[in-house]
């Protein structure tokens, strides 16, 4: 199993969907874990229900930049040296170029890239400064190479997330800290329930005929953060059970129920 123990991992959108999945499985493998989100109350039940390693909560929303200036402030003059950061708090926006709003783009363009870089430069300053190595990875979306109808800014912003994983991880090869992004396809995400019936998760178009789970995300990202990786930095990952490589659509009830 994955060994996180040790690890300070910094989370953005970790109160819900596939960041909550991220930071309850590095919790498990012993990481001390720093959510970044704007849902409080659900931070608290999180801190609660997990048991192992170490949970602690910002509030903070990372489509204003304000905000994001404020965060970086907190993180810099902490004493704590984050290894690990997680760009995971995304949007989708659906929107096209008839309809979209201005203020809309520009809130994507600041919590999808803005954000990411200003706490890339953040971390990447203190493991510097420090001389100690460590990991960044992105969290996109397949969405980058096949757009969606209404999916303008979201398919935009996650197109230049890859542009900007690739860039870092030049920047800062030479000094230890390995930068990857991680593209998931169909992740079930809706209702109370951890599955979809089977009825649903049958009509998904992947090659592997399901949807993906945000548990199979969170193990890949651990993975990644771990000292297991030593030899991937600017790769792409896509895990989407062969989805961009299907050539059937999804059906509208998959659309509804995937992250």
């Not at 999180?46 to 192992?52: L, V």
């Not at 659906?94 to 203020?103: D, H, P, Y």
């Not at 992105?138 to 209404?150: K, L």
């Amino acid at each position: 199993m994955t060994d996180l123990r040790g690890r300070k991992a910094i989370i953005t959108g970790g109160t819900h969907g596939i960041g909550e999945e991220i930071a309850r499985h590095f919790s498990e493998l012993g990481a001390n874990v720093l959510i970044i989100g704007r849902d409080q109350d659900r931070a608290k039940e999180i801190i609660r229900e997990c048991k192992q390693g170490s949970i602690k909560f910002i509030k903070a929303d990372l489509s204003k930049r304000s905000e994001v200036l404020d965060l970086v402030k907190k993180i810099s003059t902490d004493e704590t040296v984050y290894d690990v950061l997680i760009n995971n708090a995304s949007k989708n926006s659906r929107f096209n170029v008839v309809n979209i709003q201005l203020e809309e783009w520009d809130a994507m363009l600041e919590l999808n890239l803005t954000a990411p870089m200003l706490l890339s430069k953040c971390i990447a300053r203190k493991l510097i400064d420090q001389g100690k190595p460590g990991r960044i990875i992105n969290i996109g979306a397949v969405q980058s190479f096949f757009p969606m109808d209404s999916s303008l800014a979201y398919s935009t912003v996650k197109g230049g997330l890859r542009s900007f994983t690739k860039s870092l991880a030049v920047d800062l090869a030479s000094h230890g800290i390995l930068v990857t992004l991680v593209m998931p396809g169909p992740i079930y995400a809706k209702g109370k329930e951890s599955e979809p019936s089977k009825e649903l998760d049958s009509r998904s178009a992947a090659l592997i005929p399901r949807m993906g789970r945000k548990i199979e995300v969170a193990k890949l990202v651990a993975f990644l953060a771990s000292d297991e990786n030593t030899f991937m930095t600017g790769n792409e990952i896509i895990i989407d059970g062969g989805r961009t490589i299907s050539r059937k659509p999804d059906p509208d009830e998959i659309k509804e129920n995937v992250l």
